[in-house]
């Protein structure tokens, strides 16, 4: 048993693929890696310079290498090489993609996802959504988030949010090279989630309100096979959708069939774990 002060951590993640290690990431700007069966800590990674809030971070492999990438407030990506031979405590990360420096995000970056063999996907305060190539480190794609104006929201008469905290690759999909099925989900303001083609001309394939108030989306995962995508709202509840047969090819018009409902007990948390059992969709 040991103990981390989360009060300095913005978000913690678990991988169990490398030596059943720990890392997370922080207020301070720095990565630690814990051993995970005595909590020491092997190592710390962070920039030379003035660190900023990480806000999440990936654990990816390319051509046969390994990295750690954090992402955060410096609107930087931040890559550190991964080698079970480096005995020095403090480790830097590598130098930045060329296209990150002159055409990356301009607000803080707070979400990030992979795609094995070489995509990344990474979100900003400001709906921008990126999708890189981890090889040549060059952008393949940029989304904007489509942020409404209805009368539903300018009654409120406040700015409307246009943050991306969540986006995820629908991995069968990508394997289809050149198709035109949405491949990338994100959330966004008001309540939507959005699908995205990474080979159309018009990218956003389709949009839908998970919750019947439009709460934000918190969380989204899928099932191992993109046939169920799970979404939590801010209010505590989980929705399940069928989209197997969702966002294929021409743009959607309709919500994929919801198959159930339900609470869980932490609104921030990916676990989604449920207050009650639920049958799984038939």
Known sequence: ???????????????????????TGGRDGCLKIWNYNNGHCLHTLKRE?????????????????????????DR????????????????????????????GHKEDILCIAQCPPTLLATSSYDGEIIVWNMISGRIRHKFHTPVLTSSVYTKTSQ??????????????????????????????????????????EDPLVASFTPSREKSMISSIAVTADDS?????????????????????QDPEQETPKCTCMGKYILAEQLKLVWKQSVRRPV
């Open 1 to 23: 048993m040991f103990y981390i002060d989360f009060t300095y951590l913005s978000m913690l993640k678990q991988y169990f693929l490398s030596h059943f290690r720990l890392i």
């Open 49 to 73: 310079d003035k660190c900023e809030e990480i806000c999440d971070c990936t654990y990816v492999e390319v051509n046969r290498n390994k990295y750690i990438i954090s992402v955060g407030w």
């Open 76 to 103: 930087k990506i931040n890559m550190f090489y991964d080698s079970t031979d480096n005995f020095y405590h403090l480790q830097k990360p590598q130098a930045h993609w060329q296209d990150d420096l002159s055409l």
């Open 159 to 200: 700015a409307v949010e246009a943050s991306v905290t969540q986006v995820l690759f629908l991995k069968t999909r990508v394997m289809k090279y050149e198709s035109a099925a949405s491949s990338l989900i994100s959330n966004g303001p008001q309540g939507y989630v959005h699908f995205w083609s990474l080979f159309s």
């Open 228 to 248: 169920y995508l799970y979404a939590a709202d801010k209010d505590g509840n989980v929705y399940v959708h069928d989209i197997k047969e969702y966002a294929l």
